[in-house]
């Protein structure tokens, strides 16, 4: 008797959970599915498996999506995605759809209210006030920044540019993260110098936390992730070493001008984590959010550690694919070295501003790379509000779209037939002729798009010069023009061998 009151009270929940959603299941009855969806589970089987796996599946979802007219709909469990490639109906998407996804909830408990993945009433404010921190005048101050952190980063590889593979990885996510830590807090870490660095060691390990309960439901809910104890007081101890630090550096920030006001000297205020640069992103962020009366010491750590979380490893994975392209295409490897010798005219002065203007193929190498593999390769957006898109199909409230810069990137129908090609000449003015602007976007698009694009610009062409200024890629060259690469997703796209490589030092160096 229990049990069938039992049947019949999950019956009727079912039923009324269905009819509830009843306009979702309508809508999304108009739009494919993919191929391999089975019942109860939707796709979800096909996001088992380790990183690798994870990665090769969604691609396999974006090439679906591509075939069937921009567009798939994926079920896991009773929550739905739309892979979508489309370009024009994503620029719909992007301005409309700005809430991220709650997957992004595992992130917000590093950052908190951090611009990138808050609450769009929280955003709004925030990414105002980080705009104009972002301006290309601001910018031009840090190419000093990028250019000594280069000349250590090459001074570091000196050791292994003796033609042998070895992974160039925690060269590269060091540079960055010297580079972001001096530019958005004005300290020195010297992360390059220092492998067993607290804060380096807890962001990486934290990330890979995340990504873990990102993909495996069993530690999504928070009083399971609490079951398996060892994993949750990790992730605690290791977000308290990075709170710890931001906060340490705010204090110290706030007293310095404190004594400034009060017409002391920076030098009479004791600073144990570095040096202070002027205008770094945590002073305009103080001035630019109202001063004394701006964000409060919570703020500002979330927005610190925002720029910190989304600047590091982005710039590095984009630098580390262009280094292994060079080395599969030694003959494009070759034209970026005569740019780098007329630029600087076999000099080995370091780089300065007016140098990355000058960068033109470089900057064309570096946007093939992103475009082939761009570092962000999915965002997700959830939708509150049904919404039409250009194309006439309709996305139901309560759905979320997963928006595949992947696919965008290698769609024929606007990259030609040649688009899995590593072709850099096809961001030559001249040739490039893009039908719509979003097809090309590897820092997003519409009002939440990235706000550090021209600042990883800068900071990706001056690591690159730098480095391929004296030591030449090699060993692994590429027989056609497809460049073939693993790689996996870890909270990013990254090359799954470690970006290993083999150096040698030019005969000018
Ligand atoms: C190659 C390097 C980079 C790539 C590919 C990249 C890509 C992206 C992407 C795809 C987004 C998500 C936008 C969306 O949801 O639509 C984003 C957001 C963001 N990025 Fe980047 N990024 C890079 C470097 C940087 C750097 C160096 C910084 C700062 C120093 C930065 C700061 C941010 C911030 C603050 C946001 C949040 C914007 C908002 O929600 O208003 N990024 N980035």
């Known amino acids: 008797m229990i049990l069938w009151v039992l049947c019949l009270v999950l019956v009727l929940w079912f039923a009324i959970f269905r009819y509830r959603r009843r306009n979702m299941y309508r809508l999304a009855k108009h739009i494919t599915g993919s191929k391999d969806e089975l019942p109860g589970i939707g796709v979800a089987h096909r996001l088992v498996g380790n990183t690798e796996e994870i990665m090769y599946s969604l691609q396999q979802l974006s090439y679906e999506s591509i075939h069937n007219n921009g567009i798939i709909k ?70 000093n920044v990028f250019s000594e952190q280069s000349q250590i980063l090459t001074n570091k590889l000196s050791n292994c540019a003796n033609g042998k593979i070895f992974s160039i990885w925690h060269y590269l996510s060091t540079y960055t993260l010297d580079s972001v830590c001096e530019t958005a807090m004005g300290v020195h870490i010297e992360a390059q110098s220092n492998k067993d660095l607290p804060f380096l060691k807890s962001m990486n390990r934290v990330l890979n936390l995340v990504t873990e309960r990102i993909f495996h439901l069993w530690l999504q809910a928070d009083w399971m992730y609490r079951l398996f104890w060892f994993k949750h007081s990790e992730h605690d101890q290791c977000v308290g070493v990075m709170h710890k630090f931001t906060d340490e550096v705010i204090k110290r920030k706030r007293a310095s001008i404190i004594a400034e006001k009060q017409n002391k000297t920076e030098t009479g205020v004791e600073f144990d984590l570095g040096t202070y640069q002027m205008k770094t992103f945590l002073d305009l962020l103080i001035t630019f959010s109202g001063g004394d009366k701006g964000y409060n010491d919570v703020e500002l750590r979330e927005e610190v550690m925002t720029l910190t979380v989304a600047g590091t490893d982005t710039s590095a994975v984009a630098i580390g694919y262009t280094l292994k392209l060079l080395g599969k295409y030694p003959h494009i490897q070759e034209k970026v070295y005569q740019e780098l010798l007329d630029v600087f005219e076999g000099s080995d002065r370091p780089l300065i501003k007016e140098d990355l203007m000058k960068l033109t193929y470089l900057e064309r190498v570096v946007k093939e790379s992103l475009r082939l593999f761009p570092p962000v390769p999915f965002i997700i957006r959830k939708v509150l509000e049904d919404i039409k898109l250009p194309s006439g199909r309709v996305l139901p409230a309560g759905s979320g779209v997963v928006v595949s810069i992947w696919g965008i990137h290698r769609d024929p129908h606007y990259w030609g037939p040649d688009a899995e090609h590593f072709d850099p000449d096809r961001f030559l003015p001249e040739r490039l002729n893009l039908a719509h602007s979003t097809s090309f976007m590897p820092f997003s698009s519409g009002p939440r798009n990235c706000v550090g694009y021209q600042y990883a610009m800068m900071s990706i062409k001056t690591a690159l010069s730098t480095v391929l200024r004296k030591y030449k890629v090699v060993g692994d060259p590429e027989p056609g023009p497809i460049p073939s690469m693993r790689v996996k997703l870890d909270v990013m796209m990254k090359a799954a061998d470690g970006y290993q490589l083999a150096l040698e030092r030019r005969p000018t160096a």
Do not use: Q, T
């Open 74 to 143: 994926g079920w896991l469990g009773h929550i739905l995605y739309f892979v979508v490639v489309d370009p024009v109906d994503l620029e719909v998407v992007l301005k409309s759809c700005l809430e991220k996804d709650d997957l992004h909830r595992f992130i917000r408990k590093i950052i908190g209210n951090g611009g990138i993945f808050a609450p769009v009433s929280i955003w709004r404010r925030r990414r105002k006030i980080m705009v104009p921190a972002f301006s290309p005048k601001i910018l031009e101050n840090f190419v």
